[in-house]
Every structure is written in structure tokens, then in C-alpha cells.
């Protein structure tokens, strides 16, 4: 299923056409149809890949990547620990016992103009990495037991308090902490909510990072470029 975050780049699973075919091939060679289709859209990112370091030792997943109209890769995330679950909302056991560690990257990108050329992309920051990680967050924690119209209001209401979070990173919803990236420190944005924590900075590779968790403490995380997409699957 498609769909358009708020600069209109749409999360798709992304095909491989052209000279990377080869390369995808090579690296999808041996899994499921279904895995293959998943990391294609790794694979044809123009930007580095980012993840937990080796301190985790946990499950690793790939999740979903984020492309423009003309298939350019823009973002994505990969998952580590538990597989988010809305069952877990149903079930406050369950919540508790459910750890997870979303990282996302965001590819860093100018104002720059759309593929068809009738408008503008707007220009990536530690903002669109802090938007994308907290209704990443909000997406597998809304409560699944509300009623039905209710729950439309309460997305759109908590939707739009995480884009205003997001702009504004120097208000009083965020706090700073210190995390390594490639083994050297870098400062991110961290607020916690009742849902779990998000966080969001830059790394030195030309990308923007974001992630969001339940269970796992944020401090004492640390984050690296992924050598072998592939090992996620």
C-alpha cells in the first residue's frame, strides 16, 4: 500500500530497474520472493543506511522505505528487538513487556523542485527525521480500543502536536542528549511521552537520524552505518 507523507514522498517497497538490477540480484539471491521485494528499495538509496551499533545483539528487520514520485529514496527505517504491535495496546502485560528500537534515516536534501516540475520538495532536516520518527511512534501505539470516530480525532489531533514537536526542537518538549554515531558523539533532540521516546540528529554521513522505542532505554544506545543491508532480512 502506498502512501504520501507531508512532503509527498510515498512509502513504497521500490523496484531495482537499470544497472543496480545486478546488484540487487546478487544480494537477494537465496531469499523469499518477500524479502527480496522489502530490501530492493534499501539497496537503491543513494545514502548510507544507518542502525544500532553491535552492542545490539537483538533481531534485526528491515521496515519500510520512503521514495519520491520518480522513485528516488528518501528515508526509512530499520527495526530492531520486537516487532511493533498495536495487539500489544489491547493487552497492558503484553505493552510492558514489548522492546523495540526504531532508527530512521532521512536522506539530507535541498529545497528542491518535484519530478513532474509543477511545485517543490521542501529541503530535509533534523525536523523531517523528528517527524517521521514520532508518528512512527504514534502509528504502532494509537489506542486500539477507542471507538472508531474517536480514534480518527485522536490520530489527527496527536498527528498534527507531532509536527509541531517536530518544529520546534529548541522548545521545551525536547531535551539533549549525547549519543555515539560511528563511535563519535553527536548531539540529539530526545523527548519521552507515555508512548515511549523519540529522538532525532544528524550524522556525519550526509543523513539525518531519527528513532523511536518502547522498553529500551535511549541512553544507552549508539548508532552506525549498516555494512550489509542484506543481514537485516
Known amino acids: 500500500m502506498e502512501t504520501t507523507g507531508r512532503s509527498g514522498v510515498q512509502e513504497v517497497a521500490t523496484g531495482a530497474p537499470g544497472a543496480a538490477a545486478t546488484q540487487?540480484?546478487?544480494?537477494?539471491?537465496?531469499?523469499?520472493?518477500?524479502?527480496?521485494r522489502t530490501i530492493d528499495g534499501y539497496?537503491?538509496?543513494?545514502?548510507?543506511?544507518?542502525?544500532?551499533?553491535?552492542?545490539?545483539?537483538?533481531?534485526?528487520?528491515?521496515m519500510q522505505v520512503g521514495a519520491s514520485a520518480d522513485g528516488t529514496v528518501e528515508h526509512g527505517s530499520t527495526g530492531h528487538g520486537d516487532e511493533p504491535?498495536?495487539?500489544?495496546?489491547?493487552?497492558?502485560?503484553?505493552?510492558?513487556?514489548?522492546r523495540f528500537v526504531v532508527v530512521v534515516t532521512v536522506a539530507s536534501r535541498p529545497l528542491r523542485r518535484s519530478a513532474d516540475g509543477t511545485?517543490?520538495?521542501?529541503?530535509?532536516?533534523?525536523?523531517?527525521?523528528?517527524?517521521?520518527?514520532?508518528?512512527?511512534?504514534?502509528?504502532?501505539?494509537?489506542?486500539?480500543r477507542m471507538e472508531r470516530a474517536?480514534?480518527?480525532?485522536?490520530?489527527?489531533?496527536?498527528?498534527a502536536i507531532a509536527w509541531e514537536l517536530a518544529d520546534d526542537l529548541g522548545g521545551e518538549g525536547w531535551s539533549q542528549l549525547s549519543l555515539p554515531v560511528d563511535g563519535e558523539p553527536a548531539t540529539f533532540h530526545y523527548r519521552e511521552s507515555e508512548y515511549g521516546w523519540v529522538l532525532a540528529g544528524s550524522a556525519r554521513e550526509g543523513v539525518h537520524l531519527g528513532a523511536y522505542g518502547r522498553g529500551m532505554s535511549a541512553y544507552g544506545l549508539g548508532f552506525s552505518v549498516v555494512k550489509d543491508i542484506a543481514s537485516y532480512t
Open 85 to 98: 504491535s498495536l495487539r500489544a495496546e489491547t493487552d497492558a502485560e503484553a505493552r510492558d513487556r514489548q
Open 119 to 144: 511545485g517543490v520538495l521542501e529541503a530535509t532536516s533534523v525536523s523531517s527525521a523528528a517527524w517521521l520518527a514520532g508518528s512512527g511512534l504514534l502509528s504502532c501505539t494509537w489506542p486500539s
Open 43 to 62: 539497496l537503491m538509496a543513494a545514502f548510507p543506511w544507518y542502525g544500532l551499533d553491535e552492542a545490539f545483539t537483538g533481531p534485526r528487520r528491515l
Open 150 to 159: 474517536l480514534r480518527q480525532d485522536w490520530l489527527e489531533q496527536q498527528t
Open 24 to 36: 540487487v540480484a546478487q544480494a537477494a539471491q537465496g531469499m523469499p520472493a518477500d524479502a527480496r
